[in-house]
């Protein structure tokens, strides 16, 4: 829908709408009123006065724009918005940011909003006022460093605002009946997707706005860090991997943070040779060792970086008005700003790629992008209010597409910054956090809302970001940074190997670890729905239950994709409160049976927490606890969990290389059956029994033993 005043000004370049189909609808007009429709969806408009245009599923109302639902508004000249309204730190107001169109939609009786991208407060988003504007602000405010003008709403559709730029919302909280969005200009453009449940806007949504890409197995596995401002050379590097090694301690990816480069010529993309004289050696070995490397980058080039006279003469820089290089001393001194607008300058930046990659850098964590300044004219002549949220996208699509030249089908972009679209290239991770319990809750609650933009793949810092995580907050965070899509142990001025706690949080790693890695062919066979069909792997109780009252505002447990209830602890004396929909369950860890869902108290020691399967449930657990890219076939058992009654399941295992496997499971009251093409190398494990082995492609199990 888009609602117009003066059609001569600028409109709107909107969002890249991968997956747009256009006239795909059909247009009625009746004695005194118009329909549109387009599947299931019916947006029916009445002529004449009062304005009332009613958006219907199957004849009932899902939301509407009633009277005085549409505004223009205007600023007076002498109103000073920075003091009380809205402010940019990144630079001032556009001249003619003076007029701005409001649209409302109506919010029935119990109906609940998510989503808007990933924020760190409340789960619901009704009463909140939130500005989409990407900021670089941590965990612990209403900032965000994925601002989405995207919502879901319980009753099944989703509405998203086609500008990148500023939107402000107010989700019942100015008119407590209204969902209200507002743009500066003459124009606004907005989409209402119909999906029946989250899950099905959810699907729509990403089939308009594009769906995550495959990650490879190997990205499951444990990421290590030599954190943010700690001193490092290879010798500490190798010392880490060593350690991780000799403690039995499982790890796939070794990072490098800023410090890879000289401190201050962010970014050179050249390697200090003071600290790493050999890197392309020194990548090798770590090849040979069979691991992968990921390097920190972004992008800004700070004026001490002997990249920035090169990029200032050839024009790759964005610059202001009068045709100076935009400069600032924030982050570092006289920093400036690649100008992705610019197909040389993106060029230019993915040429510096490049190197490090046939270097043997496997992947690339792109790290910024929020602070982008409005003062500034780009190359191409985009509007710097849109390009403030919007610059993210073109900077991880143009790191994205040097990596899938280079690593076709691995493709690894670990991103802190994004927008609309920006699901397509995973992975990301929940930023700034600090190393405590308050600020592990905020983390996950940031990642769920994030999951409702469609996020299919999503990380934070085991331990936190900022300070030096008590033994406890590490542990737990431990716990839960294993049972996310991707774990990465990271810190700014602290290691985060994890001796450097206690001996304890060794077992806790080596514990979850490995039960990560058993649960590869379960949680990579999660990932293909994440592409397929836009369903997150970690996702919020009311995106896997829209049914149960109970779950709507659930933010401190998750379904680690669909027969993983996940509740971290986030107390240290171990207590944890969760809420199990209706139903019966089973802890997939001791095999204690719960009849019927409700809210339960439990408490758990350091290696242990809730991590409940559903009735009717059936997980596949594979044999090798090292690492995640195995033959998931070879010793694979199927957990099942049948609960009481008769019922089936289709189970596909994918392998790391695509090949994929189908497996049939039924029962009854009396026994279970499982039936494959694969005729042997499995088996079938039923809670509290011993795995029973597939003969000719089938296994037959008694339910009482």
Known sequence: MTVEHHRGGVRSAGFDLVGAQPDRGTVEVGDGEAFLRSGGLTARIRAGAPWELVFERDEIELTRSGPKSIALMSVRDEARLGERGFERPEGPRAAGDRTYLVQQLSLGVGELVYGLGERFGPLVKNGQS??????????????????LPFYISNRGYGVLVDHPGHVAFEIGSEAVERAQFA????????????????????ERYTALTGRPSSVPAWSFGTWLSTSFTTAYDEATVTSFIDGMDHRDLQLSV??????WMR???????????????????????????GLK???????????WSPLFDEARDAGYLLRRADGTVWQWDKWQAGMAIVDFTNPEATAWYQDKLRVLLRQGVDALKTDFGERIPVDVVWHSGADPDAMHNYYTQLYNATVDEVLEEVHPGESIVFARSATVGGQRMPVHWGGDSTSSFDSMAETLRGGLSLAFGGFGFWSHDIGGFEGVPDPAVFKRWIAFGYLSSHSRFHGSDSYRVPWSLDEESVDITRRFARLKMALMPYLFETSRVATERGLPVMRPMALAYPDDPGAAYLDRQYMLGPSLLVAPVLRA???VEFYLPQGGWTSFLTGARVEQGGWRREHHAFDSLPLYVPDGSVIPVGAVTTRPDYDYLEGLNLRVFPGPGSGSRTVRVTRPDGSDSSFEVNWTDTE???????????GVVLPGRSAIAAEGGRVRIARQS
Request: glycine share 10%; charged share 20%; proline share 6%.
């Open 130 to 147: 939130i500005e989409i504007w990407n900021a670089d602000g941590g965990t612990s405010s209403e900032q965000a460093y994925k601002n």
């Open 672 to 682: 279970v059956t499982a039936t494959s093409d694969v005729p042997d190398g499995w």
């Open 573 to 575: 004396d171990g207590a």
């Open 254 to 259: 070794f990072h490098f943070d800023c410090f």
């Open 183 to 202: 743009v500066a200009g003459q124009q606004l453009t907005y989409y209402v997707i119909d999906g029946v449940d989250p899950a099905g806007v959810l």
């Open 293 to 303: 490397t990921c390097v920190w980058i972004n992008p800004y080039v700070g004026q």
């Open 263 to 289: 401190e201050f010529t962010w970014c050179d993309f050249e390697w200090d040779p003071h600290v790493f004289p050999d890197p392309e050696g020194m990548l090798r070995r770590l090849h040979d060792r």
